[in-house]
């Protein structure tokens, strides 16, 4: 049985902000809904949920009061660890250090810098769409503060390594306590690649006691998932990242793809952490 520390703590993001029913039909709306996937991704092993909030029309939404009841909801089917985003399009913070300071989840990601965000067709030979995602240092600064202030661990979302080299101000500040937990994002166009010699990169540029995850954004998923378990980080799977199962099938939920994701952890001789054991490996308070 291998130690603590070499357990893999895995995440599932299930609905992110782009995507809707027209693209994948398992997508959750509503607070009911995205419960029901929490406890299929807990279920199949997750022992953390990524969650966007989203109107019952789909459409996204960082209104308190929705955040809150998907935690009830979550609360009363699971004990998986809950993560809300606080990524947004928008300068103004305000809505989102509400939803910090009211709903205090266990996690919120936090996006480490600003960026080119974009995707492109070979195909066309045009982009299918582009836009800039941007993450001041003012803007990081004060969701921090509304995370240290109700208890909130911060997970720091990185494109890109400038995005990783970012956090050191926010260290010396006192604002970023240890253990940190950091999410490296590959495949988007305007960050990193989805490559090995990118992510070994990464993983060295972060304090030996962090802890590390990797979101691979579309069909790069199942090989990057699969390099991070090696080089000993944790992973994600969800519908926010990627549709499909490694066969190429549409998968029915997100507990569909954390099954893979458990079986993949499992064949390279790691084992998942609890939301307990996950809890402790990420210096999150007992539930």
């Known amino acids: 049985m291998p130690g603590l520390e070499q357990k893999v703590v895995l995440t599932c993001a299930l609905t992110g902000v782009l ?18 996937e929490a406890r299929r991704a807990c279920d199949a092993g997750a022992a953390v949920v990524h969650i966007h ?10 209104d308190p009061a929705t955040f809150q009841r998907i935690k009830d909801e979550v609360r009363a089917r699971c004990p998986v660890i809950v993560n809300f985003s606080t990524g947004s399009l928008e300068d103004d913070t305000t809505l989102q250090e509400r939803m910090v300071r009211e709903v205090r989840p266990d996690i919120a990601a936090l996006n480490m810098g600003s960026m080119n965000y974009a995707k492109y067709s070979p195909k066309r030979r ?7 995602f941007p993450n001041p240092f ?5 969701l921090l503060a509304a995370m240290n202030e109700a208890g909130v661990k ?3 979302e990185c494109f890109d390594t400038g995005h990783t080299a970012s956090a050191e101000p926010f260290r010396d500040m006192g604002l970023l306590r240890g253990p940190e937990q950091y999410s490296f994002i590959v495949n988007v166009l305007g960050g990193l690649p989805a490559t090995v010699e990118a992510l070994q990169l990464q993983a060295r540029l972060i304090p030996p006691a962090a802890q590390w ?3 691979g954004i579309s069909s790069c998923q199942w090989r990057m998932l699969a390099t991070a378990l090696v080089l000993g980080g944790n992973i994600r799977c ?3 990242d990627h549709f499909y199962l490694p066969d190429g099938s549409m998968a029915a939920s997100n507990g569909a793809l954390c099954e893979v994701a458990a079986r993949l ?23």
């Open 126 to 132: 045009d982009f299918v769409f582009e836009l800039v």
């Open 138 to 142: 003012g803007k990081i600064r004060r």
């Open 213 to 215: 995850e990797v979101i």
């Open 19 to 36: 995507a809707d029913r027209r693209q994948c039909p398992a997508i959750p709306y509503t607070p009911v809904e995205i419960a029901e």
């Open 265 to 287: 952890t499992r064949d390279v001789g790691r084992e998942l952490a609890t939301p307990a054991e996950a809890r402790a490996l990420l210096g999150l308070a007992p539930a």
């Open 53 to 62: 909030a989203r109107n019952d029309d789909g459409s996204p939404t960082f």
């Open 154 to 156: 911060p997970e720091l």
């Open 238 to 240: 969800g519908l926010e």
